[in-house]
T-cell receptor, first 111, second 118 residues
Framework: GQNIDQPTEMTATEGAIVQINCTYQTSGFNGLFWYQQHAGEAPTFLSY????GLEEKGRFSSFLSRSKGYSYLLLKELQMKDSASYLC????????????FGAGTRLFVKA | DTGVSQDPRHKITKRGQNVTFRCDPISEHNRLYWYRQTLGQGPEFLTYFQNEAQLEKSRLLSDRFSAERPKGSFSTLEIQRTEQGDSAMYLC????????????????FGPGTRLTVL
């Protein structure tokens, strides 16, 4: 089966750096995504990893270790608008290419 | 084409009634997904289409749920004999298929249809 774990909530200060961790178990790993979801809105794509290592995109970076079933999303120079839920999602190719989402980590950025 | 659209945005119905939701994906996207999301949870996979073919359906989905994408463009999700537990946000997303090397097939989500079953 599939299982994705990430912390329920995190709090960080404006201007700081925060790391949101995600661990996963899946039988047919075929890529890991991070999405951002503001309250009451639809998720929007942030990053994608399929090979081990770090992918950097502006203030956001995402890391993957396939052997450990582990990823993190790193947010630098936090801004108030970064307060949102961050969803870790795994593409699973067992029987198809469905995407399984974690429950999300709600990040609160305080002044 | 500005993105994925869903209709209606809100639906209130009585238990036992049937409801149907529509999703119009981004025009060049051949993959279309349906998810259900409840408060504090991530989107739960329901089903997905590649063109008009329904390639996978969640085992969690009861027979009361059915989805179609008759011409490979818009899709409908029908829930028969609604129950209070069906109350949720129903999200539709679309994407291009993964690249040749398993590249990103980022999904673009619509605004969702919020269903309330009384």
């Amino acid at each position: 089966g599939q299982n994705i774990d990430q912390p329920t909530e995190m709090t960080a200060t404006e201007g700081a750096i925060v790391q949101i961790n995600c661990t996963y178990q899946t039988s047919g790993f075929n890529g890991l995504f991070w999405y951002q979801q503001h309250a009451g809105e639809a998720p929007t794509f942030l990053s994608y990893n399929v090979l081990d290592g770090l992918e950097e995109k502006g203030r956001f970076s995402s890391f993957l270790s396939r052997s450990k079933g582990y990823s993190y999303l790193l947010l630098k120079e936090l801004q108030m608008k970064d307060s949102a839920s961050y969803l870790c999602a795994v593409r699973d190719n067992t029987g198809g290419f469905k995407t399984i989402f974690g429950a999300g980590t709600r990040l609160f950025v305080k002044a | 084409d500005t993105g994925v659209s869903q209709d209606p945005r809100h639906k209130i119905t009585k238990r036992g009634q049937n409801v149907t939701f529509r999703c119009d994906p981004i025009s060049e996207h051949n993959r279309l997904y349906w998810y259900r999301q409840t408060l504090g949870q991530g989107p739960e996979f329901l089903t997905y289409f590649q063109n008009e073919a329904q390639l996978e359906k969640s085992r969690l989905l009861s027979d009361r749920f059915s989805a179609e994408r008759p011409k490979g463009s818009f899709s409908t999700l029908e829930i028969q004999r609604t129950e209070q537990g069906d109350s949720a946000m129903y999200l539709c997303a679309s994407s291009l298929p993964p690249g040749g090397a398993g590249g990103p097939d980022e999904q673009f989500f619509g605004p969702g249809t919020r269903l309330t079953v009384l």
